[in-house]
């Protein structure tokens, strides 16, 4: 399975803007379609990648694989729920922490092109190397 | 509700600020070849699992969600090609968690430059440029 990398890109930056309006209204609601999102990109079905190929229309240069940001969205989820609970129970760090490190990881992938999440990959694998 | 407006904008701007003086770090060290600090590593053929090049290996460590591990393999074997003598080995970073973590390696792709006998002399982690590893292997050939 193959990406175009220019709407992973357009996905993280739009990531980005949805969490910082997460983190500045408060909206335990716009944290929940965020988890929504990460998990329908988990399965291919991403709806931010959606509202990119009805805008552009201009085949990629090139193709990337899909599993790295795939994986990637998974951490995306679990930071996204965490935060949810977070908001949900009223627990302001918990809810600020997650939330913000979920902001931290799409804006290095929207600004820089760097796959935070994709990175933890061999770090969880060395800690539970038995995981399968 | 949580009322975290002025609160929330703060983390906002402090997340940002600090993600940014990450990203343009990150940029600025990604696939550099640095000296490899504390006691110098030397692998072995069993180590690896293949024979060493005659003057020089490049290791290439890689894992099934690295994005940039594609276009290393390529600049490696771009490399190998030209340079006479030098293996280059690809090595699945999560069924050598031994190696990994005896070489503390922390992300994929990590690039090790070998000399002749094996020792590491230079480790590049991130997509290494060409002419860095040139470079590099001019160092582990000429010694």
């Not at chain 2, 609160?7 to 402090?14: C, H, M, N, S």
């Not at chain 2, 060493?52 to 600049?75: D, H, K, M, N, W």
């Amino acid at each position: 399975m193959q990406v175009d990398p220019r709407a992973l890109r357009f996905s993280a930056a739009l990531t980005t803007v949805v969490l910082a309006l997460v983190l500045v209204t408060g909206s335990a609601w716009l944290l929940a379609a965020q988890a929504v999102v990460f998990a329908l990109s988990l399965f291919g079905a991403s709806p931010y990648g959606m509202i990119f190929k009805g805008i552009v229309k201009s085949p990629p240069s090139e193709l990337e694989d899909a599993a790295p940001p795939r994986f990637a969205q998974a951490v995306g989820l679990v930071f996204a729920l965490a935060g949810l609970v977070g908001y949900v129970t009223q627990i302001t760090p918990l809810a600020l922490g997650a939330t913000a490190a979920a902001l931290f990881a799409a804006f290095l992938n929207a600004a820089f092109g760097f796959c935070l999440g994709c990175e933890m990959f061999l770090i969880i694998r060395r800690i539970f190397p038995a995981a399968n | 509700m949580l009322s975290c407006s002025v609160t929330g904008l703060a983390v906002v701007l402090v997340t940002l600020a600090v993600a940014t003086l990450v990203g343009v770090i990150v940029r600025r060290r990604n696939g550099v070849p640095r000296d490899v600090g504390g006691d110098v590593e030397r692998l072995t053929t069993g180590d690896l699992g293949a024979p060493l090049g005659e003057r020089a290996t490049l290791v290439q460590f890689s894992s099934a969600f690295c994005q940039p591990c594609r276009a290393t393999r390529r600049i490696l074997s771009e490399v190998t090609a030209m340079v006479p003598g030098v293996a280059h080995l690809e090595i699945d970073a999560e069924s050598r968690l031994d190696l990994v973590r005896s070489l503390n390696i922390m992300r994929t792709p990590t690039v090790l430059i070998l000399d002749a006998s094996g020792r590491v002399v230079k480790r590049a982690s991130g997509q290494p440029r060409k002419a860095d590893v040139i470079g590099a292997l001019g160092l582990a050939v000429g010694e």
